[in-house]
């Protein structure tokens, strides 16, 4: 047969054409903050089942974590909502559950994050916010509840990293059933997006152990967010016992993520023309530079290379790595939201 | 886009669904048809006026409101099927850009300034205007120009006034060099709508005729018919057009060079006797000489001009043979393009004739008609000098008025001034070539009224600006064109018209009246005239209004039926020979001179049309042109790669005098040849009351400072020229 | 059961958009927007070109991916002939279904619910042809039930070679062209 010479389409619908591009920053901010959420609900339901309340580290994950988390969450729905076209039949998500929809059951699955996260972070609130439980005692009485039911503590850490696990892959899956859009169109994108949720949310652990360090034994919230705020500034040595749990942890999630993002690569350049077509998108198009420098170098290399320094010992411990792992997780949603919608199956040749 | 990001801001804002109140907004659609359930929908019969085709429509209003239009299944030019610019004529109703009331010039001419007034105030000084004129110079010093249908009533009003300086641009600027060309061959035309039999022919070969782009309906739903049964198709275009898609022989000629095809097709047919031996016999006339003529134009010879193989020509010739007398050299329309054009519309008849297809089945049938008296009125007075367009009769073979030459007589004062125009649904300053000299002529008159629905280039000209109602929303004259199958048609109003808009037949009757020619209107209104017509063709009005077409009895169209097989000719033959152009000293059998290959490093500027779009007044109508909103320029690929150019850049063109056109975006295609480029007849509106078309795409109008003009009949040849391309910065 | 599809006839189609501007007045699609399109597919170098001219819409797929994702039950598949449709009062615009449609067949109406193609449910049921194939000037669109045997459309595809947009999506699509 003569070669394709030209493609000529007529359609000029808005956000379709020429080129599909109807999601953009609510979206990437949503699958981001999805993804925080997740991490930070499997590293508390971990460490909530694990707890030794001496370690700063733990307490950090088990109710920062969460309160961060429950934070996260509401600004990610917010953030989605935004999105909604037509905003006033939102409600419609939570009158059916259709089974073969992600969105479906993203939706349901962001109504289980609210009750797991306020758990755990309930749990140890009054050791890791002394100053809250004296405003507020019934936190205490809440704490003591769970604390004294060893299966409720169990329940509530397994359910966090069941819900976690569950949203991390959701947000990944949400882009990796649409068929339609080559790039996104990969098993991996699960695993992938619940990783880099891990590593932004051990990142986020971190960078808040920072700010937060022993010297602010009992801080009021205006000196927590002032002292932070200096701490931004001047990087500060940690507490030699509890930044390496976390730094090793977002070391090993940014090894496998990058081997997952690898994989990711070479499933699509390996399959047909038309998923190399979408892979091209990042090794050889628009998006190649802010993939490569945002994502890959900046998103993990860098960070991979601060934080084994700072395990050895050789540097110390700075708000640095976890910076540039949260913004490489909102670089990589970013590059993939608007990177897919510009896969297509019929590349227009002549638009 | 705008509008969506807008209303959804609208959205989140207040939390409900706020309108925004724009001037796009009166162009919204009915609503959904999920309404339709509770909704009361009224279907009135009409026809079409988006073109002169004058399909049989039914227009649907739901709820009061103009819903959709569809072909009338009754009508056999539509056959229940409207082209895309009669399913969205209705766009022309809510058009936000229509003319609401009379204007009248505050300024200078040519600067769109204007005082609304009342019809009375400006019929008033239409009316004194025209008795100026008359009694200053006679009243052959007023001229008309107009175009289609609806200038009937109009028409009759300027007889009565007393000049017969009335045009259109249809003849020296459309039809006429094809229609010259036939009958000087047949003694007969062949009309509108076309008597080309497409639905029976086995071999339709298409000069040009870019059936698909041309839209006009039943050719186009005969073709499709044609395409679909397997019919041998040839095409001959320099650009690979949507009928070339369909043909079984696509041959790329390079423009200009059609008469060296013809001559060699011919020359084929005769050295190998394909041709229709016994019709010629019968009907021929001057056959032997015509043998002798075409001898020396072998395929050979034709192939360095026209580029076309020579084993192309002789399989392409053998191929129309092996069909006749079904098969049909189509005679095309708009034939205005190198100034021999009526030797070339000559050629093809020739052909035609060699093939026996006039007044056969698949080739060109004779058209039927119901006789439908016209209504009696006054003699109109004799005017006292002949017309002005053709003095002396310089184009001999001009049967019908030429519009250049009004502008001619009007720019020159010879044979005599004109110093009034008329015009009537027609935008002449993108209908005739050379805008400079349209506006030249405009400036030495003293009155110009244009009629119009919308404030085009040519109602910016002039002194009165008189809004119609469209067609939608007025009675217009009967539809009587002869056909395959004679019939009526009706067109009734199907809606109001909007604001202060009256129909051509109000303007036309009350205008006589202020002239106190009322004697020439004895009827109250156009129902009454129309009901008079349609008694006096044995026929009932209200099943008229009721059907919107009344058919009449079958007629034999084919020699073979009984049709009669009279040629209105010198010798009452087909003339392969023309005596009377030998006589008035031009070739009695065509001959080809190579077209002027325009400077070097420029392009042919070639146009046509849009299946979306007619002419220059579809690009207001809202529904149109969302589905096209500007032209572009079709420019060859490999010639687009060297000058640099991408597929969407925005260029400029500059013609051979340096006019350079508005911007316009490149189409960089397989689908022309690299000596030429191609664009779309309409866009690049100027008007500054044209909101939505003006500065869209390009004017091909704007770059033909020249024509050639052809010297049998006077018409317009405006594929003449060039262009280079520049980078819009 | 019915199965109700399209078959396009490409070698009679002009490109004219007649289809185009029917369906925009059968159901006031909004000025800017549009169900339906014409697509022009050109092989080749001149003047040997092959130019195939295509009517598109949404292909009402058998396996339509804008269903199954669709988180709120708005797109649906309406219970004669598979027609795929969205509800309009269900649809929170997520735009969830415009990403998993291979052919770009959805659009956010300017309302803020997704639209598309209804098959003209509206005129089939009342035993009309969809707008767009009742005004086509060229007759090069047919619809009707695949699963009935001796309709047009079964006849043609029995008869004739096509080929339908995307295969390789996995969607089985509905509207078949002829070559
Ligand atoms: N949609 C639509 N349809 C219309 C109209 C409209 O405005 N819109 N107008 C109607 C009217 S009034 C008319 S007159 C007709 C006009 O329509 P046609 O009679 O078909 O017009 P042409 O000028 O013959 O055709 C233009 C074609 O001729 C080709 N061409 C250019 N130069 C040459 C040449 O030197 N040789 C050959 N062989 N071909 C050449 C062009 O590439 C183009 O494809 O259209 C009618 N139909
Ligand atoms: N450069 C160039 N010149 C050409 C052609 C070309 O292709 N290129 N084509 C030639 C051909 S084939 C032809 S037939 C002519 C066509 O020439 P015209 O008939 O002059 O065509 P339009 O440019 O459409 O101008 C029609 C005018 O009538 C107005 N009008 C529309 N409907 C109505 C109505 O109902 N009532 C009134 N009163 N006015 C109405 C429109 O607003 C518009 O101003 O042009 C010829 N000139
Ligand atoms: S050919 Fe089209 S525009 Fe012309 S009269 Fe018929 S439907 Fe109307
Ligand atoms: S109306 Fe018919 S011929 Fe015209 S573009 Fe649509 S499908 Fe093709
Ligand atoms: S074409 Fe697209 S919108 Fe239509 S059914 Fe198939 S996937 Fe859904
Ligand atoms: S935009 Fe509407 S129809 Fe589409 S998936 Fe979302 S809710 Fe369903
Ligand atoms: S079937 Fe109906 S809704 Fe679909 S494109 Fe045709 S006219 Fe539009
Ligand atoms: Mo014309």
Same mark, same amino acid.
């Given at each position: 047969m003569m070669p394709l010479t030209e493609l000529t389409v007529s359609r000029h619908n808005p956000l379709v054409d020429?080129?599909?591009?109807?999601?953009g920053w609510q979206i990437a901010v949503y699958l981001f903050l999805g993804g925080l959420v997740a991490g930070l609900m499997i590293i508390a339901g971990v460490r909530l089942i694990?707890?030794?309340?001496?370690q700063r580290e733990a307490l950090v994950c088990c109710t920062i974590g969460p309160i961060v988390g429950l934070t996260g969450l509401s600004l990610g729905m917010f953030t989605l909502f935004l999105d909604?076209?037509?905003?006033?039949?939102?409600?419609?998500?939570?009158?059916?559950?259709?089974?073969?929809s992600p969105m479906s059951w993203g939706s349901w699955i962001l109504l289980l994050v609210y009750p797991a996260l306020v758990a755990n972070g309930l749990a140890h609130l009054p050791e890791a916010i002394p100053a809250l439980a004296r405003r507020f005692p019934v936190i205490v009485t809440w704490s003591d509840f769970i604390l004294a039911r060893e299966w409720l503590v169990v329940a509530i850490g397994l359910s966090n990293m069941l819900v976690g696990i569950a949203l991390g892959i959701y947000t990944g899956i949400l882009l990796g059933?649409?068929?339609?859009r080559p790039l996104w169109n990969s098993a991996i994108l699960g695993p992938l997006f619940l990783l880099s949720g891990l590593s932004i949310a051990a990142a986020t652990l971190h960078g808040i152990l920072i700010i937060h360090t022993?010297?602010?034994?009992?801080?009021?919230f205006a000196d927590f967010l002032l002292s932070s705020l200096t701490k931004l500034i001047e990087a500060h040595p940690l507490d030699p016992k509890v930044g390496p749990v976390l730094a090793g942890a977002d070391n090993s999630f940014l090894t496998i993520e990058a081997a997952l993002l690898i994989l990711f690569l070479i499933g699509n350049t390996t399959s047909t023309s038309v998923h190399q077509q979408a892979a091209s998108l990042l090794?050889?198009?628009?998006?190649t530079a802010i993939f490569w420098v945002?994502?890959?170098?900046?998103?993990i290399v860098i960070p991979l290379i601060l934080q084994s320094l700072e395990l050895a010992n050789r540097i110390r411990h700075t708000l640095a790595p976890s910076i540039f792992v949260i913004l490489g997780g909102l670089a990589l949603r970013f590059v993939l939201v608007y990177a897919g919608q510009q896969s297509h199956w019929l590349e227009a040749l002549n638009r | 886009m705008n509008q969506l990001s807008r209303r959804r801001f609208l959205k989140i804002g207040a939390g409900s669904i706020v309108a925004?109140?724009?001037?796009? +907004?009166?162009?919204r659609l009915a609503?959904?048809?999920?309404?339709?359930?509770q909704s009361v929908v009224r279907r009135v019969p009409t026809f079409c006026n988006?073109?002169?085709?004058e399909c049989g429509a039914i227009a649907s209003v739901r709820d009061g409101k103009l819903w959709k239009i569809e072909g009338n299944p009754l009508d056999p030019l539509s056959h229940g099927r409207l082209c895309p610019r009669g399913t969205g004529g209705i766009g022309a109703q809510f058009?936000?850009? /229509?003319? /609401?009331s009379p204007l009248i010039r505050v300024?200078? /001419?040519?600067?769109d300034k204007w005082k609304a007034v009342t019809w009375e105030e400006a019929l008033n000084v239409v009316a004194e205007k025209m008795q100026k004129i008359k009694s200053d110079y006679?009243?052959?010093s007023f001229a008309l120009f107009t175009h289609s249908l609806g200038g009937r009533f109009i028409q009759h009003t300027m007889r009565a006034y007393g000049t017969e300086n009335i045009t259109e641009p249809s003849f020296a600027q459309c039809r006429g060099p094809r229609d010259v060309g036939f009958t000087l061959t047949y003694g007969d035309d062949p009309r509108s709508p076309e008597r080309t039999d497409i639905e029976n022919a086995q071999c339709i070969v298409l000069i040009g005729s870019h059936l698909g782009e041309n839209m006009h309906n039943t050719q186009v739903q005969e073709f499709a018919h044609a395409v679909g049964r397997g019919a041998s198709i040839i095409v001959v275009d320099p650009r690979f057009s949507v009928a070339a898609s369909k043909a079984k022989y696509y041959l790329p000629i390079k423009p200009g060079t059609d008469i060296a095809l013809l001559l060699a097709w011919m020359n084929v047919i005769v050295s190998e006797k394909l041709y229709d031996k016994e019709y010629i016999d019968k009907y021929g006339f001057g056959f032997d000489q015509f043998a002798q003529i075409v001898q020396p134009y072998t395929p050979e010879w034709a192939y360095p001009e026209t580029g076309i193989e020579p084993e192309t020509i002789r399989a392409t010739a053998r191929e129309m043979a092996r069909y006749r007398p079904a098969t049909l050299i189509h005679p095309g329309r708009? *034939?205005?393009?190198?100034?021999?054009d009526a030797q070339r519309s000559r050629a093809i008849a020739l052909l035609n004739a060699l093939m026996g297809s006039w007044g056969r089945k698949g080739g060109l049938w004779m058209p039927a008609s119901l006789d439908i008296p016209a209504y009696p009125y006054p003699p109109y007075p004799k005017p006292? /000098?002949?017309?002005?367009?053709?003095p002396g009769n =310089?184009?001999?073979?001009?049967?019908q008025s030429i519009s250049t030459g009004i502008r001619d007589a009007t720019i020159?004062? +010879?044979?005599?001034?004109?110093k009034g125009w008329m015009v009537y649904s027609t935008n002449l300053i993108y209908s005739l070539p050379s805008p400079p000299e349209t506006i030249r002529a405009i400036q030495n008159l003293d009155f110009l009224v244009v009629i119009d629905t919308v404030p085009s280039e040519i109602a910016g000209w002039a002194d009165v600006v008189l809004p119609e109602s469209i067609y939608l929303e007025r009675y217009d004259d009967l539809h009587t064109n002869p056909f395959k199958q004679p019939y009526i048609a009706l067109r009734q109003p199907v809606v109001d018209a909007p604001a202060d808009q009256k129909p051509n037949w109000w303007i036309a009757k009350t205008l006589a009246e202020k002239l106190?020619?009322?004697?020439?209107?004895?009827? =109250?209104d156009i129902e009454e005239y129309l009901a008079w017509r349609v008694k006096a063709a044995g026929c009932s009005f209200e099943q008229l209004k009721r059907d919107g077409v009344i058919l009449g009895a079958k007629q034999p169209i084919y020699f073979d039926e009984g049709a009669a097989a009279t040629f209105d000719t010198p010798s009452k033959k087909i003339e392969f020979y023309s005596v009377q152009l030998q006589r008035a000293g031009f070739d009695p059998v065509p001959k080809y001179t190579r077209p002027d290959?325009?400077?070097?490093?420029s392009y042919r500027l070639l146009y046509g049309r849009a299946p979306m779009h007619t002419f220059s007044r579809t690009q207001t109508n809202p529904l149109l042109m969302d589905l096209e909103s500007e032209n572009s320029v079709w420019l060859n690929a490999t010639e687009a790669v060297r000058l640099g150019f991408k597929n969407g850049d925005y260029v400029r063109l500059r013609n051979q005098d340096g006019v350079l056109s508005n911007r316009i975006a490149v189409k960089? *295609?397989?689908?022309?040849?690299?000596?030429c480029v191609y664009m779309v007849h309409g866009?690049?509106? *100027?008007? =500054?009351?044209?909101r939505g078309a003006v500065g869209k795409g390009a004017s091909d109008t704007q770059l033909m400072t020249r024509y050639k003009t052809d010297?049998?009949?006077?018409? *317009?040849?405006?594929?003449v020229n060039f262009v280079t391309i520049e980078p819009e910065v | 059961m019915s199965r109700f599809a399209m078959v396009i006839d490409t070698r009679r189609?002009?490109?004219?958009?007649d289809c185009v501007v029917a369906c925009k007045t059968e159901h006031g699609?909004?000025?800017?927007?549009?169900?339906d399109w014409i697509t022009e597919e050109l092989h080749g170098v001149f003047p040997d070109v092959r130019l195939e001219i295509r009517s598109e819409r949404?292909?009402?797929? &058998?396996?339509?991916p804008c269903v199954s994702c669709c988180p709120t039950g708005a797109s649906h598949i309406h219970d004669r002939g598979g027609v795929v449709l969205v509800d309009h009062e269900k649809?929170?615009?997520?735009k969830a279904c415009l990403a998993a449609c291979p052919y770009n067949a959805r659009f956010v109406h300017p309302d803020g619910y997704v639209d598309k193609c209804t098959f003209c449910i509206h005129r089939v049921e009342n035993g009309l042809d969809p707008a767009c194939v009742s005004v086509c000037p060229t007759h090069c669109m047919h619809f009707g039930?695949?699963?009935? &045997?001796?309709s047009e459309v079964s006849r043609l595809l029995a008869s004739r070679p096509y080929h339908s947009l995307i295969p390789e999506a996995g969607t089985k699509p509905c509207i078949f062209y002829l070559t």
């Open positions: 020429p080129s599909l591009h109807i999601w694990a707890i030794r309340p001496s909604l076209s037509h905003k006033l039949h939102v409600w419609r998500l939570y009158t059916t559950f259709q089974i073969t059933t649409f068929g339609a022993p010297d602010d034994e009992r801080p009021t090794l050889g198009g628009p998006y945002f994502v890959i170098g900046m998103g | 925004s109140a724009g001037l796009r +907004q009166a162009a609503e959904p048809a999920r309404a339709a359930a988006i073109c002169f085709w058009d936000p850009d /229509r003319l /609401r300024s200078h /001419r040519g600067e006679g009243p052959e708009h *034939t205005n393009w190198y100034g021999d006292a /000098r002949p017309a002005a367009d053709n =310089k184009y001999p073979f001009a049967d020159s004062g +010879q044979p005599y001034p004109i106190g020619l009322g004697a020439y209107y004895p009827w =109250k290959p325009g400077p070097p490093g960089a *295609t397989e689908r022309i040849r690299p000596d866009f690049g509106h *100027t008007a =500054k009351g044209l010297p049998l009949m006077g018409g *317009t040849g405006l594929h | 189609c002009v490109g004219c958009n699609v909004p000025l800017g927007y549009s169900r949404c292909n009402h797929c &058998e396996n339509p649809c929170i615009g997520c039930d695949l699963d009935d &045997e001796n």
